[in-house]
């Protein structure tokens, strides 16, 4: 077998195409393969399955970047044929190693999802010597074409939650598909709106959604009052106890102006319990001993946490309306304040006793949202962020050309 053989099986590319010459230069780090197919070759059109074999029209040089030969670039040239179809036309064909319209082989565009997953595109510019911007457009191209692929028909469970993706209250909305831990759209702002928008880009029926599950806030609230009108609201555990660390805050800031002992002690309160060393725990158990304010607030904080581990729906109802006296009954100003705001909210609080859910999960996916931000450090437009953080929490399946299924098992 003579080498250009050798590269047109490994290559993968059959009749009536192979691989007819090559030029090798170590000085330029650069290998190039040249592919061409039999001068009475017939192709199929690719706009119409009917017509099976069209004669060639003409013929234009293109090239693309491939996988590199060890540490060589490399690159494939090759004359891409246009049929004359008796439907259609004059059409250009497609070559089985790349997408249309792309300057990149399918391999190497498969190198740049994988890579894109787990490093920065700033990184992986650098890695393949590729401008940032033709990675985006790769991105961009398969990260859409897997969201339109997601069925969403048994979708009920709906999580969602803002974040800021720069200073100057600037946010975008995640919305999250509980069942399956995903997020399936994102939002620019954090209006009502902004749910009316997520309903019409990916035409779902609002009455498919029996759940939402989201933070206390009204112009959310709002959109999904007016666009989800079946859907029960459940306020997340998250949001309900943050607002009592924050009046924890408060009290600490407060006390600790006038005692010594509260010092550096502010995290000791807001941290769950389970997760505390022996040695906080020792200092904590130290400083509940002593007639502290904070530390009332804090049994308010703990007692609170218990109301989500009731199994009963009218016990922790009952539970939670004597927290709530006990509360608003504390002379804590900061706690009594975020009781009365949990109270405005109650309903939502009370449906996780039939509901049962959490937005946990959208909180996980926060998190490797703010790795995806962390990945598209410096991007130019908030597109870029959508499509990483969709590659990164999306959970795409991607699918490939039978090109690359038949000759490398993808």
């Known amino acids: 077998m003579d080498e250009l053989s050798l590269f047109t099986l490994a290559l993968g590319v059959s009749k009536p195409w192979k691989v007819v010459d090559l030029k090798f230069s170590k000085e330029e780090g650069r290998l190039d393969l040249r592919l061409d197919f039999a001068k009475d070759a017939k192709f199929p059109c690719p706009s119409c399955p009917e017509t099976k074999e069209a004669d060639v029209h003409d013929t234009k040089d293109r090239m693309w970047r491939h996988l590199n030969f060890f540490q060589y670039e490399t690159y494939l040239h090759a004359r891409v044929p246009r049929i004359r179809c008796g439907t259609c036309g004059v059409k250009q064909v497609d070559v089985p190693w790349a997408r249309s319209g792309s300057g990149f082989t399918l391999l190497f565009e498969l190198l740049i999802l994988s890579l894109s997953r787990e490093m920065s595109v700033a990184a992986v510019s650098e890695l393949t010597s590729e401008h940032a911007n033709r990675l985006w457009r790769i991105l961009k191209h398969y990260v859409e074409r897997a969201r339109r692929a997601v069925d969403l028909s048994g979708f009920h469970q709906l999580g969602i939650d803002e974040f800021a993706i720069r200073k100057g209250h600037v946010y975008m909305t995640s919305f999250g598909d509980l069942e399956t831990s995903r997020v399936i759209f994102l939002g620019e702002g954090r209006k009502k709106g902004v749910v009316k928008a997520f309903l019409v880009s990916r035409g779902i029926d609002p009455d498919q959604i029996d759940v939402v599950c989201c933070d206390m806030w009204d112009p959310c609230l709002n959109g999904i009052g007016k666009f989800l009108k079946k859907a029960m609201v459940v306020f997340d555990r998250f949001h309900v106890m943050n607002q009592i660390n924050t009046a924890i805050e408060l009290v600490h800031r407060e006390e600790q102006r006038n005692n010594e002992a509260l010092r550096k002690s502010r995290f000791l309160w807001l941290k769950n319990p389970k997760n505390l060393t022996s040695q906080q725990e020792a200092r904590l158990a130290a400083l509940k001993r002593l007639d502290l304010r904070t530390a009332r607030a804090y049994q308010i904080k703990l007692a609170l946490a218990r109301f989500w581990e009731i199994a009963d729906p009218a016990e922790a109802m009952s539970y939670l309306k004597r927290w709530y006296f006990w509360t608003t009954h504390s002379w804590l100003l900061p706690v009594i304040q975020a009781a009365r705001t949990i109270k405005r909210y109650w309903q ?63």
Request: glycine fraction near 10%; avoid cysteine.
């Open 348 to 410: 939502g609080v009370i449906n996780f006793l039939d509901a049962r859910v959490t937005n946990g999960m959208v909180e996980g996916l926060n998190s490797k949202i703010k790795t995806a931000m962390k990945r598209a450090y410096g991007f130019k437009q908030v597109g870029y962020l959508r499509t990483i953080i969709y590659l990164v929490a999306g959970r795409l399946t991607f699918s490939y050309p039978h090109y690359m299924e038949e000759n490398y098992n993808y």
